[in-house]
């Protein structure tokens, strides 16, 4: 059912506040960390057999390169942290509810995987991407209301705008949307998800922010050369 992966994610994001702002100082950090550890795994399996499915490598490495291009033109990462800051600089003096709400609101709608799990759900049906971004989240959720409150909790209504709207344009586009172009548009957001799991992990950091132009020049590299 369409929405069903945003509704799990507003779920958990729900829960993990709940259970951070009342009861998240009893859990050690340890367990946190080995717990996102675990969950970096996983994100990185998902990525990868999204990005192992295409069957045009070329029009993955072409998104890849214009994407990165046209992300470092447009100064997307810098402009999503430029963003964020000034968000918490405005509502530095609000108190702790609006703090929350928008360093949580932030987190959980900027990326990859909240765009491509939104799509994935509105094309398929099959939310997978977005179960994973769920458990992340809520591991997230207890860490950010144990010390910023209760604000938390209310991003969950921030990413059920935010990704039901993905959502359901990607559901109003299936016709333009083929198979073969899902297909490497999955394979780029795979890749991208990787990225993810990697900076998960500790292992690198990448410029996400600034390939996410890619998963979106895949598309009209694949009808450009036909392949639709």
Avoid: H
């Avoid at 990165?68 to 000034?86: K, P, V």
Wanted: aromatic share 6%; charged share 10%; net charge positive.
């Amino acid at each position: 059912m369409i929405l069903t992966g945003t509704m799990v994610n507003v779920a958990a994001i729900t829960a993990g506040a709940l259970i951070g702002r009342y009861a998240g100082r009893f859990i050690p950090s340890r367990i946190r960390l080995t717990v996102m550890a675990g969950l970096g795994l996983a994100v990185l399996l998902i990525g990868l057999q999204l990005a192992l499915k295409s069957v045009q490598p070329m029009i993955v490495i072409g998104s890849l390169i214009l994407g990165g291009i046209l992300g470092e033109l447009l100064r997307i990462e810098a402009r999503l942290e430029s963003f964020g800051m000034w968000l918490q600089g405005r509502f530095a003096g609000s108190g702790n509810i609006a703090e929350g709400f928008v360093a949580a609101s932030l987190l959980y709608c900027v990326g990859a995987m909240a765009i491509m799990g939104s799509l994935q759900d509105g094309l398929s049906g099959t939310p997978s991407i977005l179960y994973a971004k769920s458990a992340l989240d809520g591991v997230a959720s207890i860490a950010l209301a144990s010390t910023l409150g209760i604000g938390v909790l209310f991003s969950a209504l921030s990413v059920a705008v935010y990704q039901g709207g993905i959502t359901i344009a990607a559901e109003s586009a299936k016709a333009l949307l083929t198979d073969s172009v899902v297909r490497e548009m999955n394979a780029v957001g795979g890749l991208l998800i990787v990225a993810i799991g990697l900076d998960l992990l500790g292992i690198k950091r990448l410029p996400v922010g600034n390939l996410l132009p890619a998963v979106f020049v895949a598309v009209g590299l694949v009808w450009m050369f036909g392949l639709a």
